[in-house]
């Protein structure tokens, strides 16, 4: 198993596509409601779906980068603007905050093998024990 996309709805898909490609993603798919795109490195997917209705941001999706320091220098220089500049989280992450024109949440950030491993982990439980 594994994971396909994340959909983040969006007000205005004309702003939101500009500023997705503007953080580094290539773009797949290109409807008047619908967008998808590929991550720079990998094969991983997200897509953007236009909403009328009023949108309610519950929810966070985490883009990361080895070289963050680079990326965010990038990206600034692009028009986007930090909602936090690069900090080391208390859970062994580095990280910075974006929100989209639509107000989503984006967290950019490096955490290498403590991503996976952190020194907190449980040990691995499957469905059905």
């Known amino acids: 198993m594994n994971l396909n996309q994340v959909t983040l709805s969006v007000n205005d898909m004309d702003e939101a596509v500009e500023f ?7 773009q797949i798919v290109e409807t008047p409601h619908y967008a998808r795109f590929v991550c720079p490195h990998g094969d991983a997917t997200f897509s ?5 209705d009023e949108l309610q941001h519950n929810t966070t999706i985490y883009f990361e980068h080895e070289a963050l320091e680079q990326w965010i ?3 600034e220089s692009r028009g986007i603007t930090l909602l936090q500049a690069p900090t080391d989280e208390p ?9 989209d024109p639509s107000g989503n949440k984006i967290k950019l950030y490096w955490a290498g093998e403590n991503r996976l491993n952190p020194p907190w982990r449980v040990e691995k439980r499957y469905a059905g024990e």
């Open 48 to 52: 953007l779906l236009l909403s009328e």
């Open 73 to 75: 220098a990038m990206i």
């Open 20 to 26: 997705y490609l503007k953080l580094g993603f290539t």
């Open 91 to 99: 859970y062994l992450w580095r990280e910075a905050i974006v929100a």
